[in-house]
Each structure stands twice: as structure tokens, then as C-alpha cells.
């Protein structure tokens, strides 16, 4: 299994700021990636973070409201940008060793814009 | 695109009661993740079934991979309230990280 953590665990902030959401796993793993989860609603994925390259964004979701960072194997950031209302959601790191392989999820961040 | 659908979408049972919960699939299943998940946290990885039949025990916990009927059902045994949340299945894709998932269900377990 992996160890994944995320900082911060929950937030509350205003409209038009942006937040930084810190993963860090426990060993190098090959696969990042960054869901949401709105209240009520099931897993939508936003970004896969690639190491040392642009991420690569699912339909609906843009580099300008969603930047990715991945420096190395085992880190990767998510900031979400000029926050409204309708971003409360959680925000859930997740890893894969390889393909076909065990997917696991870190505590997730929850996030609420006023 | 694959669907899951999960039933029931909630649950509420007496402590020491039996459960199952249904996952199925609009397309064949190569595999299939059941999670747990506390209101408001992350997803806690229970098991991974890879091929028909599979079947796999985590604690009470027993899930089953059924490959014709694109469905997979995982089963409590003598529920406690530690066992409430919401469960989630899940089916990985061939592209890395783009597993569709369904839309949960929400355990409760009185004691």
C-alpha cells in the first residue's frame, strides 16, 4: 500500500483567493493523479500530474483555474484559482504504482468557499 | 463510457445484522475496487478484485468479483458501527488513472 498525505486536511476561504493543496506519498510512485469530489456526487478527475511535465487536464478542467505541480516521484501540489462557491468540494490525491494496479487516496482536503 | 451503479444507495441495519451491497457495471469488468469512505474524508482502500470469481476478505468485509454479470457485491458480516460510511466501488481503466466510479453507499449502522 502507499502512505499518502495532504495538507491542508480542510480550509474555509474566501471568493476570488486561490489555495494550494499539498500530497506527499510515502515512496516513489509512477501514477498521480487529482479528483474532486463535490458534495452528494461521486469521484471526477481532474489531472493526471506528470513528473518533471505539464499535467495533462480532463475535459472541464483548465491549467489557469487548476495548476499542477509535480517536482518529483513522490510530491505534487494542486492550486485551486480564483475560488467561488461552486469549488467546495473535497480534493483527494490518489496514486497508482502502475497500471492495473492497487489505487489508493489520500484523507482528502475539504474545502469551502464563502 | 463504463457506468457503475450501486444499490442501495443507502442502508440503515441493526448492529449484528447481515448486509450486501451491489456494484454493476454497464460494460464487462476487468477489475474492481471497493473503498470506504467517512463522511467528509478520503477514500480508505478496502480490496481490489481482478478476475471472475475472485472472491476476498478484509475483516467482516467479503467481496466478490461475478464476471458474467458485470457485478461485484461485497458483504458484511455481523455489522458493527464501525462499519458505517459510505462505500464506494470502483473499476480501473486500461489508461492509468481514468477508473469510473460509483456514486456510493451510505451505511448505517444502529446499535
Known amino acids: 500500500s502507499a502512505v499518502i498525505s495532504q495538507k491542508p486536511s480542510r480550509d474555509i476561504c474566501q471568493r476570488g483567493t486561490s489555495l494550494t493543496i499539498q500530497c506527499q506519498v510515502d515512496s516513489q510512485v509512477t501514477m498521480m493523479f487529482w479528483y474532486r469530489q463535490q458534495p452528494g456526487q461521486s469521484l471526477t478527475l481532474i489531472a493526471t500530474a506528470n513528473q518533471g511535465s505539464e499535467a495533462t487536464y480532463e475535459s472541464g478542467f483548465v491549467i489557469d483555474k487548476f495548476p499542477i505541480s509535480r517536482p518529483n516521484l513522490t510530491f505534487s501540489t494542486l492550486t485551486v484559482s480564483n475560488m467561488s462557491p461552486e469549488d467546495s468540494s473535497i480534493y483527494l490525491c490518489?496514486?497508482?504504482?502502475?497500471?492495473?494496479?492497487?489505487?489508493?487516496f489520500g484523507p482528502g482536503t475539504r474545502l469551502t468557499v464563502l | 463510457s463504463q457506468e457503475l451503479e450501486q444499490s442501495p444507495q443507502s442502508l440503515i441495519v441493526q448492529e449484528g445484522k447481515n448486509l450486501t451491497i451491489n456494484c454493476t457495471s454497464s460494460?464487462?469488468?476487468?477489475?474492481l475496487y471497493w473503498y470506504k469512505q467517512k463522511y467528509g474524508e478520503g477514500l480508505i482502500f478496502l480490496m481490489m478484485?481482478?478476475?471472475?470469481?475472485e472472491e476476498k476478505s478484509h475483516e467482516k468485509i467479503t467481496a466478490k468479483l461475478d464476471e458474467k454479470k458485470q457485478q461485484s457485491s461485497l458483504h458484511i458480516t455481523a455489522s458493527q458501527p464501525s462499519h458505517a460510511g459510505i462505500y464506494l466501488c470502483g473499476a480501473p481503466n486500461t489508461n492509468a488513472g481514468k477508473s469510473t466510479f460509483g456514486d456510493g453507499t451510505t451505511l448505517t449502522v444502529k446499535p
Open positions: 478484485l481482478q478476475k471472475g470469481g
Open positions: 460494460k464487462t469488468l476487468y477489475g
Open positions: 490518489s496514486v497508482e504504482r502502475s497500471t492495473g494496479n492497487e489505487q489508493f
